[in-house]
């Protein structure tokens, strides 16, 4: 009868400590798919901002060829008798227009690439609440076939997946730069 005893104590100490350890990872977890589905919406927006400077970029400079190109031929004209006073307008006026797009092009470009920047800062982020995503429902996982198995060492193999999914969570929402490398390559 004492035998049995001391077994239902350990079963009901495991037992606490597999809905501790569950407990606990899953209100990470929560909080940091929230924080991990806001800096998606946020890389999202990076992107969609990113590509639309690229492309006034690319307008600028097709602009700017199509002025160039029209003042040469302007300049061309005014060599022609009766043309010279319309093509010398036409020349100040496209002599605007390219100095403008020459400095515009400068300018967009440095902010395509200003939001390329944050859009792969953001995905460091991304990666590590994804690396803390995975850890933790791998250590919820083992802590429950730990619990099932009735097996102590299950349950430590779980608290070390979850110790570094907590770790990767919390450089997530602490903007920490660790970057699990090897991961993100491997499930890339």
Same mark, same amino acid.
């Given at each position: ?11 009901? /100490?495991?037992? /606490? ?17 929230? &924080? ?8 999202? *927006?990076? &992107? ?23 003042? !040469? ?10 043309? &010279? ?24 470009? &440095? *902010?395509? *690439? ?50 570094? !999914? ?21 499930? !890339?």
């Amino acid at each position: 009868m004492d035998i049995e005893v001391s077994a239902e104590a350990k079963d009901k /100490r495991l037992n /606490r400590l597999v809905a501790v350890t569950v407990v606990i990872l899953s209100v990470v977890m929560g909080l940091g798919n929230i &924080k991990d589905g806001n800096i998606v919406q946020n890389m999202a *927006q990076a &992107k969609a901002d990113s590509v639309d400077r690229w492309g006034e970029y690319q307008a600028t400079r097709t602009k700017l060829h199509i002025a160039e190109t029209a003042r !040469g031929e302007m300049v061309v004209l005014a060599a022609t008798p009766g043309a &010279k006073a319309a093509a010398s307008v036409a020349i100040v006026r496209l002599d605007g227009e390219i100095a403008k797009y020459r400095a515009e092009a400068p300018a967009l470009a &440095k *902010q395509a *690439q200003g939001f390329a920047d944050r859009y792969d800062a953001l995905n460091v982020h991304d990666d590590q609440f994804d690396a803390s995503d995975a850890a933790l429902s791998t250590a919820i996982s083992v802590a429950a076939v730990a619990a099932l198995a009735e097996s102590f060492p299950l349950l430590v193999a779980g608290w070390v997946f979850g110790a570094f !999914g907590l770790f990767m969570g919390l450089c997530g929402f602490a903007g920490w730069a660790f970057h699990p490398d090897v991961l993100s390559t491997f499930l !890339g």
